[in-house]
């Protein structure tokens, strides 16, 4: 699979290819991979694992730089701000080489610098963290503790149908 995708020219194309290579690695980690409905979402997926979710958001680079590999964290022109995922899955797609980070050291920056092949580098913790995924700290439980409604509460008023007093609903 190595420097497959930097054949891509196309940047947005080569983010797509990128997108699909993260849900294949996941799979073959053993995550249930997500993908929300349309582009509106501040994260490209939620993986889940035995029940717990989180949010990830993915970026690839082939750009070098000297002995690393700057990788572009902003949505459009802005860094992301707020709580908009739990990780961020980086892909030097040229080393083949996954970073799972956290978000929080994401926060405020428009680009991160990788340095897959310097054991002391800032992110190197982060080289092929998928078990940072299974992270019950940054996870999102998946199981409601209660809920509460009566189905009367969201029937429509049509006194004159009789319908809904008859219970034929």
């Not at 582009?39 to 939620?46: G, K, R």
């Amino acid at each position: 699979m190595k420097n497959r995708g930097a054949k891509i020219s196309d940047h947005k194309l080569r983010g797509e290819w990128a997108e699909m290579y993260f849900m294949t690695r996941a799979a073959e980690h053993g995550f249930q991979v997500n993908k929300p409905w349309g582009e509106t979402a501040s994260y490209d997926f939620v993986v889940g694992h035995r029940g717990q979710f989180v949010r990830v958001q993915v970026k690839s680079t082939i750009c070098k730089d000297g002995g690393g590999y700057p990788c572009v964290v902003r949505r459009g022109k802005r860094p992301y701000f707020g709580d908009p995922f739990d990780y961020l899955a980086a892909y030097v797609i040229l080393e083949d080489v996954w970073y799972i980070i956290p978000a929080k050291l994401t926060k405020g920056k428009t680009s991160i610098g990788l340095s897959p092949n310097l054991e002391r580098s800032k992110y190197a913790p982060y080289k092929e963290a998928w078990h940072l995924l299974r992270s019950r700290s940054a996870a999102i439980p998946a199981t409601i503790d209660r809920i509460e409604a009566c189905a009367a509460d969201f029937l429509p008023n049509i006194p004159e149908a009789g319908w809904a007093e008859s219970g034929q609903w």
